[in-house]
């Protein structure tokens, strides 16, 4: 027995100097699109984690808010970076003011849950559990606390990197960007505080999918920014909770990518990489030429309605040799064409009820609707799409106005001496909208300004 006693101390004084040897270290954590900086060690550490649940009111488009479930207070929650062999001491925390229990299950755990079994934290409490990564990757984690599904798509998930070994590459940009879907009881756009709804959520059809918790959450002054030359890497995390993201960046080509978030990069020249819910990728491309570049599921019209969009902008100087831009642009005119029409859907308005309330509520539907053909200051596209902005063709005519959004446009009209002949399609906008729409428009960017009431629209639709 005390042969026994002797080796099992011995034993246990070893293990603790192995353990005792490791730096210690709190992870840094980053909240998206930033990413934790690159490891700076060369062995293995024991890595000490602390993240909080908590659910709190947030912005979930303009005008419309959403009461969110996160970790660390926001969606998705905080980027967190390890290395394979780390030891990890975890702590999860529950706000007091929280109403639902919570728990983490990290894919990057060997364990029963991925550490759920071991983290079930009610509001007011903490939770502490411990694990090895073992594997290389780049892993989602969410809360699996029942219902599951709505934990997730209340906005509780997010990414954990472990790093092989030798570490990654170097590169000159790193962002975080997590894609996932939220069931509203509203329609997309829809203002005010919305619910979650149940019977969506089963049927699989989300009223938004989008980037970073948010439409617009990577666009105008949050776009990504890069410079001309730059090699840039994307850790792309797929919360779902139900659907595939087709994932595709305009005008570029991923020079490399680790496909589902594997430890190998084992695809070379992708255009568009399919990432499943609970899933990820790591994508690498360098930033050959100038310009805006467009983020999107590719899945299309998640992006154009449904808020799936985002932005990369690279500053530098132009390369001709790669890209020339427009080199001409020469009049073509082929036989028929007329007005497209969109169909119409009812989609409930928030009803202003005065010109400010129609100032609100006119720059939301602008936004979704009107920016990607005028741009988001009204400025247009050359030879394409006429300016909203200090718009003669706009202010001379208010009837004129509401008859084009109402109805479409098509043939040619000049505007600021310009002349364009383009399609302009009728929107399928409701009488509210289309004032609101109206009123904002000839309130921004150097216009003559005034106000249009829902019933000048309905004395127009009805031919007055």
């Given at each position: 027995m005390k042969l026994k006693y002797v080796f099992w101390m011995s034993s246990a004084l070893a293990f603790l100097a192995v353990g005792c040897s490791k730096k210690v270290e709190k992870a840094v954590l980053a909240y998206a699109p930033n990413v934790p900086p690159q490891l700076n060690r060369s062995g293995n550490a024991k890595?000490?984690?602390n993240l909080e649940t908590k659910e709190l009111k947030g912005r979930l488009a303009d005008g419309v808010e959403y009461?969110?479930?996160?970790?660390?207070?926001?969606?998705?929650?905080?980027?967190?970076?390890?290395?394979?062999?780390?030891?990890?001491?975890?702590?999860?925390?529950?706000?007091?003011?929280?109403?639902?229990?919570?728990?983490?299950?990290?894919?990057?755990?060997t364990g029963p849950g991925g550490g759920a079994a071991s983290s079930l934290t009610t509001?007011?409490?903490?939770?502490?559990?411990s694990f090895k990564a073992l594997n290389s990757g780049l892993y989602v984690y969410h809360c699996a606390t029942a219902p599951v599904g709505m934990h997730i798509a209340n906005g509780m998930y997010g990414l954990i990197l472990v790093?092989?070994?030798?570490?990654?590459?170097?590169?000159?940009?790193?962002?975080?960007?997590?894609q996932s879907e939220f069931y509203t009881k509203g329609k997309h756009g829809q203002a005010g505080l919305q619910g979650f709804d149940m019977d969506k959520a089963l049927d699989e059809k989300p009223e938004y999918v989008v980037f970073n918790g948010s439409v617009g959450s990577m666009t105008k002054e949050k776009t990504?920014?890069?410079?001309?030359?730059?090699?840039?890497?994307?850790?792309?995390?797929?919360?779902?909770p139900n659907l595939v993201s087709s994932f595709h960046v305009i005008g570029e080509i991923f020079d490399a990518v680790y496909t589902e978030g594997g430890a190998e990069r084992n695809q070379k020249n992708v255009q568009t990489t399919l990432?499943?819910?609970?899933?990820?990728?790591?994508?690498?491309?360098?930033?050959?030429?100038?310009g805006d570049h467009v983020i999107v599921d590719?899945?299309?019209?998640?992006?154009?309605n449904k808020g799936a969009l985002g932005l990369i902008k690279a500053e530098g100087d132009a390369v001709p040799s790669i890209y020339s831009g427009k080199q001409s642009d020469t009049v073509y005119l082929p036989e028929g064409g007329a007005t497209q029409t969109i169909p119409s859907e009812t989609v409930p308005s928030p009803g202003p009820k005065n010109k400010e309330e129609r100032l609100v509520v006119g720059k939301r539907i602008y936004d979704t609707t009107c920016a990607a053909c005028h741009m988001s200051q009204g400025q247009g596209v050359p030879k394409a799409f006429p300016p909203l902005a200090k718009s003669d063709f706009l202010n001379a005519d208010k009837k004129r106005a509401i008859h084009v959004v109402m109805n479409g446009l098509s043939g040619p009209v000049t505007v600021n001496k310009e002349k364009y002949d383009s399609i302009m399609p009728a929107l399928g906008l409701s009488n509210d909208d289309i004032a609101s729409?109206?009123?904002?428009?000839?309130?921004?960017?150097?216009?003559?300004?005034?106000?249009?009431?829902?019933?000048?629209?309905?004395?127009?639709?009805?031919?007055?």
């Open positions: 890595v000490i984690i009461t969110f479930w996160t970790f660390g207070g926001t969606v998705p929650g905080p980027m967190i970076r390890i290395r394979e062999g780390d030891d990890v001491e975890f702590h999860l925390s529950n706000h007091p003011t929280s109403k639902m229990p919570h728990n983490i299950d990290l894919h990057a755990v509001p007011g409490h903490s939770s502490q559990f790093e092989p070994k030798g570490g990654l590459p170097k590169v000159d940009k790193e962002f975080y960007i997590m990504l920014k890069a410079k001309v030359g730059d090699k840039v890497r994307m850790f792309v995390g797929n919360g779902g990432i499943p819910a609970g899933g990820s990728a790591i994508v690498e491309f360098k930033m050959e030429v100038p590719h899945s299309i019209f998640r992006t154009f729409v109206l009123t904002y428009v000839l309130n921004s960017w150097g216009n003559s300004g005034g106000d249009i009431t829902s019933a000048e629209v309905a004395a127009q639709r009805g031919g007055h």
